[in-house]
Each structure stands twice: as structure tokens, then as C-alpha cells.
């Protein structure tokens, strides 16, 4: 079956190929290199997103590579001591992390030979992996399509294809399916990245988005009305 080529919801129409190639170009010159990013360990792409839970890059960054400078492996994590690894985690709070990280290294040793495994459902029957977690791992390890989806990235759509968001979109199916065409399967990895980076930079939640700097404002519901209307509040269609 072919891909699909367009996107339309209500009268909105989405070339794909567009979208991707302009948000992947501009996500090269604007890529956030944090160190996890910079590897494609699955076990240091786990760890950091389970630190990324609920909690800014910047806090996380320090914690993160002192941790992988302690526990290199899931071997030498599996060793470590829960008073130790308080001492570690404590300051970026959500201690229930502590407990989860220590029983996640009991059980990739005992169930996955020490590995961390690809296959989703095995990803979600460790301790504490969430939908986002397992879907981070995998693209970002091992460049696997899967769609990332936050609050983050349901607002970016949101804004694209003039849909209102709620805090439950994120659950929404009509959403998660909106995302997960969208991801370019070519390059799933670079594609994710560019996208969480324009939502934290640009496409902002906090104040108003800087659409005249967004790579996609010509192909945006949001961004064209603004465009072409300065200072219209924009209505969005429920879903």
C-alpha cells in the first residue's frame, strides 16, 4: 500500500512531504545536542528518558551524565545500591523513579539477558515504561517509526491542523493517528527530534509561538491565519 501523500482535516490540506522536509531541515540547524541524543545506546536512551519524565532538560543534563559515568552498563547499574542511587536521582524529584530504576535493572537481567529489548510490548512490561518511553527507546535507539507523543507534540499538531487541544488529547486515538502519519519513515529519528525541538523553541506553550520563525508557517492553520490576519484569535475545530 502506497503512503499516504496528503493530509486533510476540514479544509485544511497537508502535503507530507513538505512537512517533513521542511521541519527535518530546519531541526539540523536547530538541534538541541544533549548527550542523550548523542548516542544510540538503548540503555542510555532509557535511562535519560525516564529522567525526562516531568522534568527539564537542563535539570536532567548534570544527573545524567554523572549517572552514566557511575553505571556505564545495565550490569554495573544492576549492582548499585538504592542509597546510592537516592543520593544520585534525589534532586530531580519524583522518587518513585529511584524504586523503578533499580527494580528496571533487576529485571533486564533476569528476563532480557541484560540487554534492553526492541519489541514494544517487551519495552512495556518493565517497570515504569509508559507509551512515550517505549516509543522514545525505539526511535531513538534503533530509529524505529514510532510516533512520539506528549502534550508538547499534540499541541504543535494541534496548532497545524487548527484542531483545540485538551489535556486528554494526548490519549486521543484521532490524535495519536494525526501524529503517527506524519512521522517521516525515512528518517523517523531526525524527524522526532526536529519536532520536540521546534514545540520547545518556537510552537511554545508558555507565550505566544514565534510563527514568523517556524519552518512550517506556510503549511500551518494556525501560523497562516496569524499571518495573514496579525492579532486574530484564532478559532480552532473541536474534534
Given at each position: ?127 515504569g ?11 531513538f ?29 494526548r ?61 486574530n ?7
Amino acid at each position: 500500500m502506497d503512503e499516504v501523500q496528503f493530509i486533510k482535516v476540514s479544509d485544511h490540506v497537508l502535503k507530507l512531504t513538505d512537512f517533513r522536509k521542511a521541519l527535518i531541515a530546519w531541526g539540523q540547524t536547530h538541534y538541541r545536542a544533549y548527550p542523550w541524543r548523542q548516542t544510540r545506546d538503548p540503555y542510555r536512551v532509557l535511562m535519560a528518558e525516564i529522567m525526562l519524565h516531568r522534568t527539564q532538560a537542563s535539570q536532567v543534563l548534570p544527573i545524567y551524565e554523572q549517572f552514566i559515568a557511575y553505571y556505564p552498563d545495565i550490569s554495573s547499574l544492576a549492582q548499585a545500591r538504592k542509597d546510592t542511587l537516592h543520593d544520585m536521582l534525589y534532586s530531580l524529584g519524583l522518587r518513585w523513579r529511584i524504586d523503578l530504576i533499580h527494580a528496571m535493572a533487576a529485571e533486564l537481567i533476569e528476563r532480557c539477558d541484560g540487554q534492553v529489548p526492541q519489541e514494544r510490548d517487551a519495552l512495556l512490561s518493565l517497570p515504569g515504561v509508559s507509551d512515550y518511553i517505549a516509543s522514545a527507546v525505539r526511535c531513538f535507539a534503533w530509529n524505529y517509526p514510532d510516533p512520539i507523543i506528549d502534550t508538547n507534540v499534540v499541541r504543535v499538531v494541534g496548532r497545524l491542523f487548527g484542531i483545540a487541544v485538551k489535556d486528554s488529547s494526548r490519549r486521543n486515538q484521532y490524535f495519536k493517528s494525526l501524529i503517527a502519519t506524519l512521522v517521516d519513515k525515512e528518517n523517523p529519528r531526525i524527524y522526532n527530534f526536529a519536532l520536540l525541538d521546534l514545540a520547545d523553541s518556537i510552537c511554545t506553550k508558555k507565550k505566544l509561538p514565534e510563527c514568523s520563525k517556524c519552518p512550517v508557517q506556510t503549511m500551518c492553520r494556525y501560523g497562516t491565519t496569524t499571518l495573514v490576519h496579525p492579532g486574530n484569535v484564532f478559532k480552532e475545530q473541536k474534534v
